[in-house]
Each structure stands twice: as structure tokens, then as C-alpha cells.
């Protein structure tokens, strides 16, 4: 297991929530906050035309239920193993907890008049301030968080003419906090997390703003970007095509946003290069500290993690074996010779589909290994019968202009994933299913999943 996260450094969830309030939750017995306000449905993050916050926002009521309805948030399976003592004692502690945030969004709040009086000068100057006093060993959780909440708060307003409001001021101490936030859509993730990552990253080592796709990537750091530079901060932006200095010049910015697919992989190449000089990462190890900020939490850490990251690598493919299989999986037939998993998206031969795959092919096992080390025939008919029954044109693949190849086409954005293939030679079977020529088979190198191992660690499993 190589931790991504190490130390101090802290893995922060941002996540859209259905419902009609603002949650900000932790899944721990000992760490759950939760703080919503179920009188507004307006979107914190727009600017309103004024600096204040609406008197309408509640921030002291402390509730489990939603505001769309009354009925309290499940948690499922959780629920069976919990107890009313359990559940009292996290009720206890959040109560805790949130007074205290109270209390540092207040003192967030009497700085606001000082900070309103600054020059553009003398917020830069704030950074600089900040950043010798970390040096000097200043605990980041102590009055220099205040402070600085107070500053970006102030910045973000004269440039992008957005104010953190006051659930959005206890959004970023739970973010910093190193616990997991869940937002509703237009309720201003993107604004929250400016205030954490400014902090972190006048440590000396990066923040990074991880989302689901280049467009957010992009879009975050044009809008959210202009706060950090403001301040003197650098900010940096990997998109999906850029060269390795490119990469490199990047992230070596104070911020940086970036999506989770891209970071995989150029995590990946780092531990593949032979120099340090060809990674790209800071630290140049492919290992490296920092503080993370991962928005559509539950898309990053659980439907994309299911697949994972791999570099492969060319070898010449045994075409006849891909026809072979072809054409035995289309008179297979079944519930006669295989059974389908449609929710695993998998097929499984039965002893006959096995029996009359090495009859027709008139070998002793389909798992054996032939002379020309060309590979068992198992996986071959397999991943055939799958493409027959799992695969559906235009919704899993498709075929590229020119009869070019097979594209994969990504379930959550709609769009084809140039470059990205699947496991065990599975494009050479579409391939063949749709008639187009065999290329070179690909053999896996590293491979990677992004996984959410605990609250404040980011890790990749090899």
C-alpha cells in the first residue's frame, strides 16, 4: 500500500446531497458533524448584494432529518449494529463539536472589519505574514486559521464578488478538520474550499482540488483560482493532453486542480520512470505530502474507484484465437452453455459450455497453456461470450469514424475515453465482434485504484 496523503495531510470529501438542507457528515461513531439549515433553498454561493449573511439562516439547529421531508437520513445496513447509547453519545459530541465551530466563526467574524480595511498590498503582505509565521512552528489550528479564513473571505468578495457566509465559514473548518462535508448542489462547495486550501498550502506543501472531469477542473480553477492569486498564491491546472513539463511547471503551484483519473495515472508513470528527472509529481518520488480536497466525493471514492487505473504496454496478438472464440460464443447459447450476471456484468461457462468449447476446439482443457504461449483459451471464449451478452453498441463502446477502433464510452459523462482500454484484451474481442482488424494486445503494467481507506488518508493500492 502506498499512502498518497502522508501525516498532517488531510483527505477532504465534498459531495452533492439530494435533499433541501446542508449536511456536513463524518461516517465515524466519534467524528459525525452535523450542522443544516432547513429555512433556505437559496444558494449561498451567489452573490446576493450584500456582504452579510441573511437573517434567515440557521446554523444553531441542530437536526438529522432533511428538509425535503422529516423523514431522518438512513444509513442503511449501519443502522443494525447501532444502539441508542450509541447513537446519544454521537449526539453528544456533535453538539460539542459544532459549538465549538461556533465560536471560531464568530471570532471569524469580529475580524472582519480589520480585514475590510486592507489594501490590495496589505492582503498579499497577509500571506507572507502567515507563511513565516508556520515557519516559526505557529500551530496552523490556532488564531492563524481565523485570521486567514477572514482574509480569504474578504478576498473572494473584491474579486469574484462572492462572501463566505457562515455555514460556508464551518464548512472549511470541517474541511480542514480532515472530515468528510456533504453540500447540496449550488450551495457552494467550490467556494468552501478555497478557505482550506489556502491555509494548507502557505505550509509549503500543495493543495490539491481533485473533481470528476477537465471541464470542472478547469472551471474551478478559473473562478476559484483568481482568489488564491489574488493573494499571491500560484495556481496550477493538469488537464488531460498536456505535456510532461507542462505537468511538471503545474504542479509545482501552491493550488492545483486536477481530476482523480489524471493524478492516477501520472502517479503511475512517476513510479514507472527511470530518473527522478522524468516524474512529474512534487518530490519527484511518485510519494509526496500535501492536502487534498476531492469534490463529488462519492463518484471519486466509490463509483470510479470500482475501476482501476492501469499502464499497459503492446504485444502481438493471436487472431486466430480471437475468431476461434468469436465464433463459439455466438452458438453458445444461455442458459444452455453459460449463465449471465447481468448486475456483476459477468458470464460463467457451466460444465457443458466447457465441454463442448474443447470438443469443437478439440483440446484437453481450456485452461491449459498452449506451445506457442499464446495464452489458455478460457479467457478468450469468456470475455467473447461477455461481449455478446454484456456489451451494447453507442452504450459501452463504440465504433470510431473510419472503422478506426472501439471507444469506450463513460458511463457517467456520456463521452469516449480516448486512450483508455479495458482489462484482458477486451477491445480486441469488440474488435473482432464488429469485424474491424486486430491491432497489438495489451499487457498490464502497474496498476492502481483510488480508494477512500479512512478519513484523513488518500491512498493507492497496488
Known amino acids: 500500500m502506498v499512502q498518497f496523503c502522508k501525516g498532517a495531510a488531510a483527505i477532504i470529501a465534498l459531495s452533492a446531497f439530494p435533499h433541501g438542507s446542508i449536511s456536513y457528515q463524518l461516517p465515524s461513531h466519534q467524528r459525525l458533524s452535523t450542522i443544516t439549515s432547513t429555512q433556505s433553498r437559496t444558494p449561498w454561493n451567489i452573490n446576493s448584494g450584500s456582504r452579510h449573511a441573511p437573517s434567515f439562516l440557521n446554523v444553531n439547529k441542530l437536526t438529522t432529518t432533511t428538509s425535503a ?24 459530541a456533535n453538539e460539542k463539536y459544532i459549538a465549538e465551530l461556533q465560536e471560531r466563526v464568530k471570532r471569524i467574524n469580529e475580524l472582519e472589519s480589520t480585514v475590510e480595511e486592507l489594501g490590495d498590498e ?24 481565523e485570521e ?34 456533504e453540500m447540496a448542489t449550488g450551495e457552494g462547495k467550490t467556494l468552501v474550499s478555497t478557505l482550506p486550501c489556502y491555509i494548507n498550502a502557505l505550509t509549503g506543501k500543495p493543495s490539491f482540488v481533485i473533481t470528476v472531469n477537465d471541464y470542472l477542473a478547469r472551471r474551478d480553477m478559473e473562478k476559484m483560482g483568481q482568489v488564491h492569486r489574488y493573494l499571491g498564491l500560484s495556481v496550477g491546472l493538469i488537464q488531460a493532453g498536456m505535456k510532461e513539463e507542462e505537468r511538471k511547471k503545474a504542479y509545482a503551484c501552491d493550488v492545483v486542480y486536477v481530476t482523480n483519473a489524471e493524478l492516477g495515472f501520472d502517479y503511475l508513470r512517476d513510479h514507472l520512470a527511470l530518473s527522478p528527472a522524468q516524474t512529474v509529481l512534487p518530490g519527484n518520488t511518485g510519494e509526496f505530502e500535501g492536502f487534498c480536497v476531492v469534490d463529488e466525493a462519492d463518484s471519486v471514492l466509490i463509483d470510479e474507484a470500482r475501476t482501476p487505473l492501469i499502464i499497459s504496454k503492446q504485444v502481438p496478438a493471436p487472431a486466430n484465437k480471437y475468431r476461434a472464440a468469436q465464433t463459439l460464443a455466438e452458438n453458445l447459447k444461455e ?27 478439440g483440446v484437453q482443457s481450456l485452461f491449459e497453456e498452449p506451445a506457442d504461449a499464446s495464452g489458455a483459451w478460457a479467457p478468450f471464449i469468456l470475455n467473447a461470450v461477455k461481449a455478446k451478452e454484456l456489451f451494447n453498441r453507442d452504450i459501452e463502446y463504440t465504433v470510431l469514424p473510419n472503422n478506426a477502433g472501439v471507444g469506450i464510452i463513460d458511463s457517467f459523462t456520456g463521452r469516449v475515453l480516448d486512450g483508455r482500454r479495458w482489462v484482458m484484451d477486451f477491445i480486441r474481442v469488440l474488435r473482432q465482434r464488429r469485424g474491424l482488424k486486430l491491432v497489438n494486445r495489451v ?20
Request: aromatic share 6%; charged share 35%.
Open 443 to 462: 499487457r498490464s503494467l502497474p496498476r492502481s485504484r483510488i480508494r477512500h481507506s479512512s478519513v484523513n488518508s488518500l491512498v493507492y493500492r497496488e
Open 69 to 92: 421531508s422529516s423523514t431522518s437520513l438512513s444509513m442503511g445496513f449501519v443502522e443494525d449494529f447501532m444502539t441508542g447509547r450509541d447513537d446519544e453519545t454521537r449526539r453528544v
Open 335 to 361: 442458459g444452455v452453455h453459460y449463465t449471465v450476471d447481468l448486475k456483476n456484468k459477468n458470464c460463467v461457462l457451466n460444465e457443458r459450455g466447457y465441454k463442448d468449447c474443447e470438443k469443437a476446439l
Open 122 to 145: 496589505e492582503m498579499v503582505a497577509k500571506t507572507m505574514e502567515f507563511r513565516e509565521r508556520l515557519k516559526k512552528g505557529e500551530d496552523i489550528n490556532g488564531k492563524i486559521l
Open 148 to 181: 486567514a479564513f477572514a482574509v480569504v473571505r474578504e478576498a473572494a468578495w473584491r474579486v469574484i464578488e462572492q462572501r463566505h457566509y457562515d455555514v460556508q465559514l464551518l464548512g472549511g473548518l470541517i474541511l480542514h478538520d480532515g472530515r468528510l462535508a
